[in-house]
């Protein structure tokens, strides 16, 4: 049940941050927008941080807190997105902080608009030696900003910035197209899901050419190069498959969609990893691949030749797309230092 008296709800997932945690916390207590109910799910975090959100609990009643054993990602975001009970939902990474005026700034178009979606942009950052660098990032071209767009419309929406929390979105919307978190183990790539998810369905989407949110991505505990998460995309692609072909008209409207992202994704991963995850991974995508190539839905002549080229080179031979892969890059080396 929606509170009238909560404007956004802001759900943060928490596990072992009590580096980044406290930074992030005053970022969100310090909205220009009071409005808010801030949901802390500590997903069982053998640091600090349930004892930091204690602190912050006791100072700010806007703050609920779910302590609960260590679950992963999928499940600690579903269990915070289903207790919140704003007008709107919004997501903060523990890792990361946000301007003072977003949620006000979101909150504000999105009733404006009476949008399902209102996305920014957003600021990637470093720290080093108490130096931070920071990068502007555009969710989208400048043709988009400031027009309500959904997939039926336009396409290209698909090839927008993938980050969920740069956004606020309207919880009878998420509530009634039933969209969640997958819930596989570990803590990568389970975001994919619930942008693809949210992406197909709005009707009312707006993007706004502002940056609130700064991405941190110097955690070193963010990294996917950890045997028990190279394989997480995949599970996670997975899960996207069976939403896309559970209805007819969905698999015939977005399959090539979601099968382009997830090809250029897997690529993406796979330059990535460690070494010695490579040849596998290449062996377990190519023959994803090779079964995807089987469904009615797709329509491999819809895509540049460039992208089947580099599938069909992985199902036919892993262990050569690897060795010519790794050429091309030590040749890429080679010239840049010979460049210098």
């Not at 993938?162 to 990568?188: C, L, Q, V």
């Not at 796979?270 to 469904?295: A, C, N, Q, T, V």
Request: hydrophobic share 35%; with cysteine.
């Amino acid at each position: 049940m929606t509170n009238k008296n909560i404007f956004v709800s802001i759900v943060v997932p928490v596990y072992n941050v009590e580096t980044y945690l406290r930074e992030c916390m005053d970022s969100i207590v310090n909205q220009t927008l009071k409005e808010i109910e801030i949901v802390c799910v500590n997903d069982g975090s053998t640091d600090s941080s349930l004892q930091i959100l204690q602190e912050y609990e006791r100072k700010d009643s806007r703050i609920k807190i779910i302590d609960k054993p260590n679950s992963g990602y999928g499940n600690t975001m579903n269990i915070g997105l289903q207790s919140a009970q704003g007008e709107y939902l919004g997501i903060v990474e523990s890792d990361d902080y946000i301007e003072p005026d977003m949620f006000k700034r979101l909150y504000e178009t999105a009733v404006l608009y009476e949008a399902d979606v209102v996305k920014s942009d957003h600021y990637v950052f470093t720290t080093s030696k108490g130096n931070k660098k920071q990068i502007y990032q555009n969710i989208c071209t400048p043709n988009f900003y400031n027009r309500i767009l959904n997939a039926e419309v336009c396409e290209d929406i698909f090839d927008f910035s993938m980050m969920n929390w740069t956004g606020i979105y309207k919880r009878d919307f998420i509530e009634s197209k039933h969209i969640m978190h997958n819930e596989t183990p570990g803590a990568s790539f389970q975001d994919n899901g619930f942008w693809f998810q949210v992406f197909c369905q709005a009707k009312k989407m707006l993007f706004i050419n502002e940056a609130f949110y700064h991405y941190r991505q110097d955690n070193p505990n963010s990294s996917i190069n950890n045997k028990n998460k190279v394989y997480t995309i995949c599970e996670e692609y997975d899960y996207i498959q069976k939403f896309v072909v559970s209805n007819q008209k969905r698999g015939e409207d977005f399959y090539n969609i979601f099968w382009k992202k997830k090809v250029f994704n897997y690529l993406h991963t796979y330059k990535r990893l460690l070494e010695k995850y490579k040849i596998p991974f290449l062996k377990r995508i190519g023959e994803e691949f090779k079964e995807d190539l089987k469904s009615p839905y797709l329509c491999s002549e819809c895509f540049d030749p460039w992208l089947v080229e580099q599938v069909n080179r992985i199902i036919d031979c892993p262990e050569l797309y690897y060795l010519e892969d790794s050429r091309y890059m030590l040749n890429r080396k080679y010239e840049a230092i010979h460049e210098l």
